[in-house]
């Protein structure tokens, strides 16, 4: 059985223009989170650059854009859980950005692993929309996890 050449034409077509649309769509959205929350203020920046030991030459803190909490995900994985495997702690994680902590849960006990952890929450711009979660060991408190999100995810 022979497929007409206009029928495949017009199908290929079809499916190019359903990518383009697709991919259009994501493009115009790609900031639509932009409107949940605002910029951080300049101090909460200038004090994260400082505490993070972050330079001037930094694109975060040299102050030619708008940084949002979502702009310190990467700072906040190289300097907590740097690859080199010397994770941070929670006194370490206090000291650097403790006043931006909104809670730590109790603790939990995972039996069958022996494992025990807690989890403290930070909001670097009280907005409650991109929340950092912390995952330390206990009692070492020593951290093995950084997850955020905002309550879209």
Not at 102 to 112: D, M
Request: charged share 20%.
């Amino acid at each position: 059985m022979k497929i007409p050449k206009g029928f495949l034409v017009f199908f290929h077509i079809l499916g190019i223009v359903l990518c383009l649309s697709l991919f259009l769509s994501e493009f115009l959205r790609r900031d639509d989170w932009k409107k949940e929350t605002t910029p951080l203020p300049k101090e909460t920046v200038t004090t994260l650059c400082k505490n993070l030991l972050l330079n001037n030459q930094n694109p975060l803190c040299n102050g030619f854009k708008d940084v949002y909490a979502i702009d310190f995900a990467d700072v906040f994985e190289d300097t907590f859980l740097p690859e080199t495997g010397n994770p941070a702690t929670y006194q370490d994680v206090k000291n650097k950005i403790g006043d931006y902590k909104v809670e730590c849960k109790p603790v939990v006990h995972l039996p069958a692993s022996g494992y025990s952890y807690f989890r403290c929450f930070y909001d670097l711009n009280g907005d409650g929309y991109w929340r950092y979660a912390f995952y330390f060991y206990y009692p070492s408190e020593t951290l093995f996890s950084i997850r955020a999100g905002s309550p879209n995810d």
